[in-house]
Nanobody, 118 residues
Framework: QVQLVESGGGLVQPGGSLRLSCAASGFTFSRFVMSWYRQAPGNQRDVVAAITNTGSSAHYTDSVQGRFTISRDNAKNTLYLQMNSLKPEDTAVYYC???????????WGQGTQVTVSS
C-alpha cells in the first residue's frame, strides 16, 4: 500500500538546522510532484516547498526562501527538506505530500514535529 513516512523532526535552537526525510513506497515516486507542508497549532496547513517529479525545478514560500532547500532522490524514493537558520515561527508539524502533475491523486504522510525554541 501507499506509504509516506517522515522523519528527522525534533527540538532545535533558533539558528540551528534540521534535515527532514520522507520515505515513499507503494507508488511510482518518480512520476509524482512532491511537496512539504506545515501546520502550526490553530493554523491551516500551508505549503512550504515543492519540487517537480524530475527534481529540475523547486519552489518555496517566501518565508523560507533562502533558508530551506527541497530535494529528492528518485533512486531511493526519498524526499528531503534541509532547513537552516531556523526560527521559532518555523515550529509546526511538517508533512510531505505526493501528487500527480495533472490529476487529483495525492498522498500524505503522517507528519513530523519540528520545534524551534531556546
Amino acid at each position: 500500500q501507499v506509504q509516506l513516512v517522515e522523519s528527522g523532526g525534533g527540538l532545535v535552537q533558533p539558528g540551528g538546522s534540521l534535515r527532514l526525510s520522507c520515505a515513499a513506497s507503494g507508488f511510482t515516486f518518480s512520476r509524482f510532484v512532491m511537496s512539504w507542508y506545515r501546520q502550526a497549532p490553530g493554523n491551516q496547513r500551508d505549503v512550504v516547498a515543492a519540487i517537480t517529479n524530475t527534481g529540475s525545478s523547486a519552489h518555496y514560500t517566501d518565508s523560507v526562501q533562502g533558508r530551506f532547500t527541497i530535494s529528492r532522490d528518485n533512486a531511493k524514493n526519498t524526499l528531503y527538506l534541509q532547513m537552516n537558520s531556523l526560527k521559532p515561527e518555523d515550529t509546526a508539524v511538517y508533512y510531505c505530500k505526493a501528487s500527480t502533475p495533472t490529476g487529483p491523486t495525492e498522498y500524505w504522510g503522517q507528519g513530523t514535529q519540528v520545534t524551534v525554541s531556546s
